[in-house]
């Protein structure tokens, strides 16, 4: 493969008939991994998913990131997949949108898998100006729609030292348009985040998200495939690309987690100033809703703990310290 040409270059110096998948950030586990198979079957290619020139992007626009790289003349007809470890036997293969030649870019590439952690709003009690600052979604289940199809269906599982997330297999309970009615258990590693396809062949994929407390049954899931209004309506369909420039734009300088919940927590409609500030907050709430956002946003925080927070008037406020121990 050509190499960059020297420090101030961006890329190789010459470079054609390239595969090229984003993987923002760094340091990923092998815990969920791409590789190839073959088109009409499962067979993987090892070969072929070795070939991968990875680069690790630690400078110009696209960084921090991953790039993997696959000689990609002639276009071959396979199909590349997201493999998820299980607690044992064969991985989770989600297939991935098809593939072709792709331009290389300085910042967000053409095809973009960005690791994300779910968040909700928690807003207090004492205003009803106070919309919440990001905290880590609760216990539960979340299920990722991509073009309407059920992608993935996750467990989140909440500790005293951390929250993980586990994936269940859905091809195993699927029956042609509608799933089997049955216990759906989660096999997959425990994944400190959700590996997402954000952009794909230069455009970004229509995906759809949803938390629920408890298992959705198969009825459900088939209802939300087949009624794209009510996905609408049960879903949120944040824009997950991440460019370096654009997370500048938006949420560089602007409140963070704990100046929105300062912001909300304290709004007086008499203190011209902090009203001032809880427009700013509402501003970064807004973007928050709308897009993926880095994770120096978030303030600093503890697991979540629901009998806690129903005694609390501000819940998101870090009562606890984020080691457990009490302040």
């Avoid at 696959?70 to 991985?91: C, F, N, Q, V």
């Avoid at 729609?145 to 500790?159: A, C, M, N, Q, T």
């Avoid at 880095?294 to 998101?316: C, H, I, K, N, Y």
Wanted: aromatic share 8%; proline share 7%.
């Amino acid at each position: 493969m050509p190499k960059p040409v020297g420090v101030l270059s961006r890329g190789p110096c010459c470079e054609i008939n390239k595969l090229i998948v984003q993987v923002v950030g760094q340091y990923h586990p092998p815990t969920q991994r791409l590789a190839f198979y073959e088109k009409d079957a499962n067979t993987r290619l090892d070969a072929l998913t070795a070939q991968d020139c990875t680069e690790n992007i630690t400078a110009y626009m696209c960084a921090p990131s991953q790039l993997h790289v696959w000689d990609w003349s002639g276009e071959p007809a396979h199909r590349l997949m997201l493999e998820i470890e299980t607690e044992r036997g064969k991985p989770i293969l989600l297939p991935l949108p098809a593939t072709r030649i792709t331009l290389r870019q300085v910042d967000q590439q053409w095809n973009q898998i960005v690791p994300v952690l779910p968040f909700v709003a928690l807003p207090g009690v004492n205003s009803a100006y106070d919309h919440g600052t990001p905290v880590l979604c609760r216990a539960g289940f979340i299920y990722v729609f991509i073009d309407g199809k059920l992608w993935r269906e996750l467990e989140i599982r909440v500790s005293d030292e951390r929250t993980t997330y586990h994936d269940i297999e859905l091809k195993k309970f699927r029956v042609g348009e509608g799933y089997v009615d049955d216990a759906r258990l989660a096999t997959g590693r425990a994944l400190d985040d959700i590996w997402l396809p954000a952009n794909w062949n230069d455009r970004p994929l229509d995906t759809q998200l949803c938390f629920s407390e408890v298992q959705l049954s198969a009825l459900r899931l088939q209802r939300l495939e087949s009624d794209s209004a009510l996905r609408r309506l049960r879903c949120q369909s944040p824009d997950l690309r991440v460019s370096k420039e654009r997370s500048k734009t938006v949420f560089g300088n602007k409140p963070d987690g704990l100046a929105m919940l300062e912001a909300f927590s304290n709004f007086d409609v008499r203190d011209r100033g902090n009203q001032g500030a809880a427009a700013q907050a509402h501003i970064t709430w807004l973007n928050l809703n709308r897009s993926a956002f880095p994770l120096s946003v978030p303030a600093p925080q503890r697991a979540r703990q629901t009998g806690f927070e129903w005694m609390l008037d501000q819940p998101a406020r870090p009562e606890r310290g984020v080691s457990g121990g009490c302040l």
